[in-house]
Structure formats: structure tokens, C-alpha cells
């Protein structure tokens, strides 16, 4: 039987539990499916942008994920071979945002946070252990079914928001296209606990390191140092998870003549690809589901928990306010929008210009981020829009 003011939430990922704390606290009853059988451990992303940490400040979650963060006020532009191109210092936008600065935690700590929150709500379930399988819809409510047990269960309620991933069953149930392209190449983290700066002292937390054969995103987590390092196409992934082939990838970077401690080290495929419709009926995709992208920069995680708190508020005022479910066709506008033209055009620009090949384009590009640098508008500017500020607040100004 559906209950009244029902919402079935997919995925127990950041995007997920941050929908959900928003629909608890507003008193509409919750369930929370999650496919695996405890919060994924999900090491990828790790950085928590300023827009981001305002609407965890919201929910009254920040000062957690900041205790078990690292604040990073700074981030590079680097070259292999050159060193230091510039710094930027976030500091400058402190006027637009609570948060001038990135927050460096796994995205695992802030499912935590809030799973222990949503614990203390009696409307809300959260069930693990629980894959959804397939839906249905009609006008007035959607049907999930998923496998607990060995045993397949349905539960009804009146909307869904699919938080599942790249491969979000609702997506794929609904047939909603999914265009776009997956690299050639995997993708690489490697870290350590070994201190970096003792190598390289000048290297700041968020660096992003430039080569035409082999750039580098190099982000310092609480625990440890991260490098997102781009693989060869031609290797085995036996070969790429090597003990001695991981450590020479650090060392390439930051070379000393101990060897390294490697700490953790995955491989993943990356794909930049954004659904053909956030909405179908009474059906919401958000976060992996709705979009996915390469990792630099760290827009995938942000832009998603973007999606779930736009989506969120939007079903609340549905729900408890009687609005119109125009509402949900706007969310598709506000937000399908930003994924196509903000996070997947600049992702894949990173990437081209960490990658870039021909060495008078590399020193163009060098002299161009020295003069952004020196230009305190232009530097303004470059950081509203590595920050996200810039992208919330078109978003937020769709009708």
C-alpha cells in the first residue's frame, strides 16, 4: 500500500542520503534502498566544493564532514617539466559563499554522517541488502521492485528519485538514452601516507599537473595523498595494479629515493554521458544516474548532491506545500542544463588542456593562467567558476 507523502529513494550514495535527510526533516516518509549490504565504501570523490558545503551547512551536517575533512583554501596549476604555473586562493570569494575554500573528505564520510541522522527518523527506512530490479507508474503513485533476501518485494509510494549510478536501473527501465562517450583509457588512483611536501615543498593540496604523456590531479585527503594519474589503453589491469609499477607512478611526480608507501590504488573506467530527461512521470534521476563525467576538477559528486538537493525541495513543496508538479519539469530545466553545458564541457576541457601535446599551446596556456592570476577580475571569475558558485546560480535563476 503506498503511504501518504512516500518517497522511494535509490542509492545510498552522497546524492541519495542527502535527498533523504532533506525529505525527513520535512516530515515526508522515506525509503532508502541500497543495493549493497552496508554505505558503499566509495574512495573516487573526495572534494566538497563551497555551494556544496553551504547546503550541508543547511542540514546542519558541515561542521562534521569538516572535522573529518581537510580545509583547502589553495589549489594549482602545475607543469611537469616547468614546476609551479599559479595559485589560486579562494579566500577572494569569501563574499558569495559560507565556505570560501574546498573541504578534502571521501564522499563515504558524509554518507555516514547522515545515515547515523536518518537513523533517529522513524518515517524513514533504510534498507540494505535491497537491489532494485524494475518499476511501474501510474498517475498517482510509482511501484519499485527489488531483490532482499533471494526474495523479490515491491513497494509503492508517490514519487522516486533514482540515486543508483551510471547504471541506474530506472534510467534503463524507462529507457531514457544516456549519450555521450567512455574514454579509451582507465583511470588511476594511487596514495599514500608518505608526507609529499617533504619532496615537493611547495605542492599544494589541490595541484593539477599538466605533460603530454602523463598529466596528474594531485589532492591531499586527511589521511593520505591521491594522484589521479590517466593509464595506458595497452596494459593489463594486473600490470597497472603492479606494487612496483603504482609506486614508480608517485614517484614520477614527486621523486625521491626511499620508495613510497602505497596505501590504496583503484582503477575505474570514466565515461562523460547526461540522460536524455532527468523526468519521466513521476519517476527523478539525479547525481551518477542523471550524469557522469571525468574527475577533474570534482564536479561529478557536487553537481549530483546539486541535483538531490533541487529535487528534494522541489518534491517538498509538492508534498507538504500542494504545489504544482510543474515543479519537477523545472527541475529537468534547471538542472539537465548545467550537466550538458557547464560540468560536461569543462570536465572534458580539463582533461584536453592536462593532456595537451603540442608544446606551444602548453606555454600558451601556461601564459594565459599567469594572467588570470594577475588579473584579480578575471582570477574572480575563475574561481566563482571552479568553485560551482557560478553554475548554482544559473541554475537557481531558470524559470
Request: glycine residues 6%; charged residues 25%; hydrophobic residues 35%.
Amino acid at each position: 500500500m503506498k503511504e501518504k507523502s512516500h518517497v522511494i529513494i535509490t542509492g545510498a550514495g552522497p546524492v541519495g542520503c542527502v535527498s533523504a535527510l532533506i525529505l525527513a526533516k520535512a516530515g515526508i516518509h522515506v525509503t532508502l534502498l541500497e543495493a549493497e549490504n552496508d554505505l558503499p565504501l566509495d574512495m573516487r570523490a573526495s572534494t566538497f566544493h563551497p555551494p556544496t558545503l553551504d547546503m550541508l551547512e543547511e542540514l546542519g551536517v558541515v561542521s562534521e564532514i569538516i572535522k573529518q575533512g581537510l580545509i583547502t583554501p589553495k589549489f594549482q596549476y602545475r607543469d611537469r617539466a616547468d614546476g609551479l604555473v599559479a595559485e589560486f586562493d579562494m579566500s577572494a570569494i569569501a563574499e558569495h559563499t559560507n565556505h570560501p575554500y574546498r573541504v578534502q573528505a571521501e564522499q563515504y564520510k558524509l554518507t555516514r554522517i547522515i545515515s547515523g541522522i536518518l537513523a533517529d527518523y522513524p518515517h524513514v527506512n533504510q534498507k540494505f541488502s535491497s537491489k532494485a530490479l524494475s518499476l511501474e507508474q501510474d498517475d498517482n503513485s510509482v511501484t519499485v521492485y527489488y531483490e532482499t533476501n533471494g526474495e523479490t518485494e515491491s513497494i509503492t509510494a508517490d514519487y522516486l528519485i533514482s540515486c543508483d549510478g551510471s547504471r541506474s536501473f530506472a534510467r534503463k527501465s524507462l529507457d531514457i538514452g544516456f549519450p555521450g562517450f567512455t574514454y579509451p583509457e582507465l583511470f588511476m588512483v594511487v596514495s599514500t601516507k608518505d608526507e609529499i611536501t617533504d619532496v615537493v615543498p611547495d605542492m599544494c593540496p589541490v595541484a593539477y599537473i599538466t605533460d603530454p604523456e602523463e598529466w596528474c590531479a594531485v589532492i591531499r585527503a586527511p589521511e593520505m595523498w591521491r594522484f589521479l594519474i590517466p593509464t595506458n589503453p595497452e596494459m593489463s589491469e594486473e600490470e597497472l595494479l603492479d606494487e612496483d609499477f603504482l609506486e614508480s607512478r608517485i614517484q614520477g611526480f614527486a621523486p625521491k629515493s626511499e620508495k613510497y608507501t602505497v596505501s590504496h590504488s583503484t582503477l575505474y573506467p570514466v565515461n562523460q554521458r547526461v540522460a536524455e530527461t532527468y523526468r519521466k512521470g513521476r519517476v527523478l534521476l539525479a547525481g551518477d544516474a542523471a550524469h557522469v563525467n571525468n574527475p577533474l576538477g570534482g564536479m561529478g559528486m557536487n553537481g549530483g548532491v546539486h541535483d538531490g538537493v533541487n529535487i528534494a525541495k522541489k518534491l517538498v513543496q509538492i508534498l507538504n506545500n500542494k504545489e504544482s508538479e510543474k515543479l519537477l519539469d523545472l527541475y529537468d530545466r534547471q538542472r539537465r542544463p548545467i550537466a550538458v553545458e557547464y560540468v560536461q564541457a569543462h570536465s572534458i576541457r580539463n582533461k584536453k588542456i592536462m593532456e595537451e601535446k603540442d608544446p606551444k599551446i602548453r606555454r600558451q596556456r601556461q601564459d594565459e593562467i599567469r594572467a588570470v592570476r594577475d588579473n584579480s577580475d578575471k582570477s574572480f571569475e575563475l574561481m566563482m567558476q571552479v568553485s560551482m558558485i557560478n553554475s548554482i546560480n544559473k541554475s537557481n535563476a531558470t524559470a
